[in-house]
């Protein structure tokens, strides 16, 4: 028997993230490294903790197995509950067959069974891909003063950004009266985060609607918020203006690590009013060397330092060699820079080794043209052999 639960939350975590190439060719998005201690999945997650919504189902596909072992029970994330806590929700067979996840509507759709065990009044929509803190509590609030069928968390981008979301156009009082996924020409500037709040009972109607469509694309933003406007459905906008970013693109995920760094961006990870938990190995502390020089950088435990980092995140077991260079960089779980290395503007993957004398990346100023600048990257697993070049933009993924 499972105890009734006010709200549970489905976590979108199953995409191939393709844009993040060299790094997601073996790990799903969530799973890739952020911040020095963390994975992209541990925003979310906490964010749901910290909320007080105990129930999370994580709906996995591409590439799941690292995501699996990391979530394992839950635990990090108080999240192993006898009734409730966290559950991996990979595809599965049933006596009708099996099929992949089509797209997200039709990834909740068939884990409606998962939801109807705890008969939720609400189920909150969440991706496994963006770098926030978020209340949901207080968006699950206004869903209810608003009397709402569906609640979309929104927040203002430029318009030349505009055309990457779903954009819509609200009222006064916040009640949305039109909504097109990623427009060519956006008419309003106030963009979807991906985070959705359904009272359940409506949303699983229009998710069996849906399926039994089959000229429907099986998407909540191209079908199920559409459809629910049309029929004139209760559906509002709740404003979000804290920090929030989309890591979907190499540049992104490098930039939001940047900001980590920067005093003037309103993201800490170390708030105890809001914790951010994750798994994290046990490790001896990190070690700075003599002579190394450590500057405007986050180095984490188990790090063996004796070269010079500078404006950079350095992840856990991290060694840089005495005379290997480190700046406005990222380099992930296990990595070696040997001795005279040069890493620069760049994202190193995990368990890499960074052969003495390699240059990785350059400084975007000794380009004529920053179109042809960019941030160079290295896979997982990867090994840079001796006095090897990596140009900006050229991700490495395999041996050089």
């Not at 108080?78 to 990979?90: A, I, Q, R, T």
């Not at 998962?114 to 803190?133: A, Q």
């Not at 000229?215 to 029929?231: E, Q, V, W």
Request: glycine share 8%.
């Amino acid at each position: 028997m499972y105890t009734k639960k006010e709200c549970v939350a489905m976590l979108l975590a199953g995409g191939q993230g393709s844009r993040l190439y060299a790094l997601t060719h073996d790990m799903a998005k969530p799973a890739v490294p952020y911040g020095g201690k963390y994975r992209i999945i541990d925003f979310p997650l906490s964010n749901c903790v910290n909320s007080g919504i105990d129930t999370v189902g994580v709906l996995t596909q591409y590439q799941p197995l690292v995501l699996h072992d990391y979530i394992g029970n839950g635990q990090p994330w108080d999240l192993d509950k006898m009734n409730g806590g966290v559950h991996s929700l990979p595809p599965f067979q049933t006596a009708l067959g099996a099929q992949w996840y089509k797209a997200t509507a039709n990834a909740i759709y068939q884990n409606i069974s998962f939801v109807d065990r705890y008969d939720p009044e609400y189920v909150i929509i969440l991706s496994g891909d963006h770098i926030y803190k978020m209340d949901y509590n207080e968006m699950l609030e206004f869903h209810k003063e608003k009397n709402a069928d569906c609640t979309i968390a929104v927040l203002n981008v430029s318009l030349e950004e505009a055309s990457r979301f779903g954009i819509m156009t609200a009222d006064e009082n916040g009640f949305i009266t039109a909504f097109e996924e990623k427009p060519k020409e956006p008419k309003s500037t106030l963009a979807s985060m991906g985070i959705y709040i359904f009272t359940w009972a409506k949303l699983k109607k229009y998710l069996i609607d849906n399926e039994n469509d089959e000229n429907a694309s099986k998407d909540f933003g191209k079908n199920i918020i559409p459809d629910m406007l049309n029929n004139n459905e209760v559906m509002v906008a709740y404003p979000f203006e804290g920090y929030w970013k989309d890591v979907g693109t190499l540049d992104s995920l490098w930039e939001a690590n940047m900001d980590l760094l920067n005093p003037n961006i309103p993201i800490d990870l170390y708030d105890p009013e809001w914790k951010m938990y994750s798994r994290n190995p046990i490790m001896p502390p990190q070690y700075i060397g003599q002579d190394a020089v450590v500057e405007n950088s986050m180095v984490t435990d188990g790090c063996e330092i004796d070269g010079t980092v500078d404006f950079s995140v350095i992840f856990e077991g991290v060694k840089i060699e005495s005379g290997a260079t480190v700046t406005d960089s990222i380099i992930m779980p296990g990595s070696v820079i040997k001795s005279g290395a040069i890493v620069e503007y760049a994202i190193i993957g995990e368990n890499c080794e960074v052969g003495a004398g390699a240059h990785i990346g350059a400084r975007p100023e000794t380009f004529e043209s920053r179109d042809n600048w960019g941030i160079a990257v290295v896979g997982h697993n990867i090994t840079i052999s001796e006095n090897a070049k990596v140009l900006p933009k050229q991700i490495i993924s395999e041996n050089m």
